[in-house]
């Protein structure tokens, strides 16, 4: 159980074309879902928090207006990079809550790599 | 605030030899821990976990980590590694805002 995946794997694009990332919990309701940027080399750096049904909450330096996201049920969350830049590219990952857990334990999904041309 | 500190970027170790990953945490808090391994391109695997109770605590693939209060530590150790064990290894703690905060890695190495 406890299972979350992420659409699509990998993915190239151009400069200035918008790309979208989804994230899904499939065994299991996420009130939360989060986003992670991985540079190679580095660790996952938190990008935004997203709760069903409202506003995300982004970390600061994360421009909103660049990564919208949208959780509009339980099971999904979308990232979508818009007007995709070269520095744009990255690893992205989501992990999502199961609420019902005792400490909210986050489960992976196994990440998206954005190549931006 | 919570934080967690990974000490050595990258271990390299003989097959066979002991693994030890460096953490220590820093939490005003009882803190929630856990090691979580990452392979190349792919997501990130829990490799075991710390809540409350047991301080030695197992986890998949022979790995075990202590949590030490007194050293604000959460070392990860494995008696004999394999060379299916290379790959990143991060620390992390659950902070009181809801998030996992992760260190900043270690990259280990298993030499034939």
């Known amino acids: 159980g406890a299972v979350v995946s992420q659409h699509p794997s990998r993915v190239i694009c151009k400069s200035g074309t918008s790309v979208k990332i989804e994230c899904r919990s499939l065994d299991f309701q996420a009130t939360t879902m989060f986003w992670y940027r991985q540079f190679p080399k580095q660790s996952l750096m938190l990008m935004a928090t997203?709760?069903?049904?409202?506003?995300?909450?982004?970390e600061q330096g994360v421009e909103k207006d660049k990564f919208l996201i949208n959780h509009a049920s339980l099971t999904l969350s979308t990232l979508t990079v818009t007007s995709a830049h070269p520095e744009d590219s990255s690893f992205y990952i989501c992990?999502?809550?199961?609420?019902?857990?005792?400490?909210?334990?986050?489960?992976f999904g196994p990440g998206t790599r954005l190549t931006v041309l | 605030a919570q934080s967690v500190t990974q000490l050595g970027s990258h271990v390299s170790v003989s097959e066979g030899a002991l693994v030890l990953l460096r953490c220590n945490y820093s939490?005003?808090?009882?803190?929630?821990l856990f090691w979580y391994v990452q392979y190349p391109n792919q997501g990130l695997q829990l490799l075991l976990k710390?809540?409350?109770?047991?301080?030695l605590v197992k986890g998949i693939n022979g790995f075990e980590a202590e949590f030490k209060k007194s050293e604000t530590s959460f070392h990860l150790t494995k008696p004999s590694a394999h060379m299916s064990d290379a790959a990143e290894y991060f620390c992390?703690?659950?902070?009181?805002?809801?998030?996992?905060?992760f260190g900043s890695g270690t990259r280990l190495s298993i030499r034939p």
């Open positions: 710390y809540t409350t109770g047991a301080t």
């Open positions: 939490s005003s808090v009882p803190p929630y």
């Open positions: 997203s709760n069903e049904g409202s506003k995300a909450t982004y």
């Open positions: 992990s999502a809550r199961d609420g019902t857990r005792n400490y909210n334990e986050q489960f």
């Open positions: 992390a703690v659950y902070s009181s805002a809801s998030k996992i905060i």
